[in-house]
């Protein structure tokens, strides 16, 4: 069977920049930062808007693909677990997903807030949360 390649439309323009300042989930960042998509997927961000929730997927391109078993946020005393019963972004195919707010829209850039996500990470996908 031949599956299709995976293509990054873009990439994460943020101040975090290793991944012990990055929160440790979106729901607790107010930090901002701009995803800029490649021209050639300017198109599907057609009725993306100020104000809109977007889940955003990447690819964490630093993340441990090796680790099964991971303490969840780093916590020890919470018992060690499975990746797949964790959000931990080391997993063996690290697609992360956050939820961020659309602060502007410009061409090929979107503003967001709520961001948890280093600096130059791709972008895989984009899906609007409908209201």
């Known amino acids: ?13 943020s101040d975090i920049h290793n991944t012990k300042d990055a929160p440790k989930f979106h729901a607790e960042s107010d930090r901002t930062g701009t995803l800029e998509i490649y021209p050639q997927y300017q ?3 057609k009725g993306i808007a100020v104000g809109q929730t977007i889940v955003v997927l990447c690819w964490f391109h630093q993340a441990d693909r090796n680790a099964l078993q991971v303490y969840p946020r ?13 959000r931990s972004p080391m997993r063996p195919n690290p697609i ?3 939820e ?6 410009d061409g090929c850039r979107i503003e967001v807030s709520g961001l948890d996500i280093l600096h130059g990470t791709p972008i895989v996908d984009i899906k609007n949360i409908p209201s």
């Open 1 to 13: 069977m031949h599956l299709p390649e995976l293509h990054f439309i873009g990439k994460v323009h």
């Open 43 to 45: 198109d599907g961000l």
């Open 74 to 86: 780093g916590d020890k005393s919470k018992g060690l677990r499975g990746v797949f019963a964790t």
């Open 96 to 98: 992360a997903i956050s």
């Open 100 to 105: 961020l707010k659309v602060l502007a829209v």
